[in-house]
């Protein structure tokens, strides 16, 4: 139960921020491409600050436990690993580079559209991993705060995505408007028979 609660701690206090964050550098490219390097000191910040204060709270946050038995917690397991698959076919296509977003950030960075791999199945595998990820630790925990950041999770993603498309379709023009015509943004099309 403490790996648990601890997990979710860590797992919390960075997907808090990190939307916010993504809004802010999105929002204010111009600035954030200036500062540099320095935007990964304001998030790293941000998720200590946020990852502290839950811990202080955690007595009050994690006393409600909902819907915890064993079926659930082999689910969740189940999820967190299918998180894992995806990431490890995504970081094939998307480099580590291209997820802290120096492309966006660092004025001197190639920007390329990834249409290949994972990304010919679906927009947002990253945004899809941190949702899978957080409903399996709200499986596997059974806190009630656990399910309210999948819920967070899914909200702040789905709005994020949105956002985030403006700016490619500014960065990449017609190519990916016909890109997201085609390419779902979260769920992909399974194809059954051929």
Same mark, same amino acid.
């Given at each position: 139960m403490r790996f648990a609660l601890l997990l979710t701690i860590l797992f919390s206090g960075f997907i808090l921020p990190l939307p916010f964050w993504w809004f802010w550098i999105h929002s204010k490219i111009d600035f954030a491409k200036k500062i540099g390097?320095?935007? *990964?000191?304001?998030?790293?910040?941000?998720?200590?600050?946020?990852?502290?204060?839950?811990?202080? #709270? $955690? +007595? /009050? =946050?994690?006393?409600?436990?909902?819907?915890? /038995?064993?079926? @659930? +917690?082999?689910? !969740?397991?189940?999820i967190i690993v299918l998180s894992i698959?995806?990431? !490890?076919?995504?970081?094939? +296509?998307?480099t580590l580079k291209q997820l802290l977003g120096l492309p966006e950030i660092m004025p001197k960075q190639k920007q390329k559209l990834i249409? &290949?791999? =994972?990304?010919? /199945? #679906? $927009?947002?595998?990253?945004y899809l991993e941190y949702m899978? #990820? &957080?409903?399996? #630790?709200?499986?596997?925990?059974? *806190?009630? @705060? &656990?399910y309210l950041i999948f819920v967070y999770t899914i909200i702040m993603f789905y709005f994020l995505s949105i956002f985030e498309e403006k700016e490619l379709v500014r960065r990449f023009g017609k190519k990916y408007q016909i890109y997201? $015509?085609?390419v779902p943004r979260f769920i992909p099309k399974l194809k059954l028979w051929s």
């Open positions: 390097v320095i935007n *990964y000191f304001i998030i790293g910040i941000m998720i200590v600050i946020t990852s502290a204060v839950l811990f202080y #709270l $955690r +007595e /009050n =946050i994690f006393k409600y436990i909902i819907m915890k /038995n064993t079926y @659930f +917690e082999i689910t !969740g397991v189940l698959i995806i990431d !490890g076919i995504r970081s094939k +296509e998307f249409t &290949s791999g =994972i990304f010919s /199945n #679906l $927009r947002h595998p990253r899978l #990820l &957080s409903l399996g #630790l709200a499986l596997i925990s059974g *806190y009630l @705060f &656990s997201a $015509r085609k």
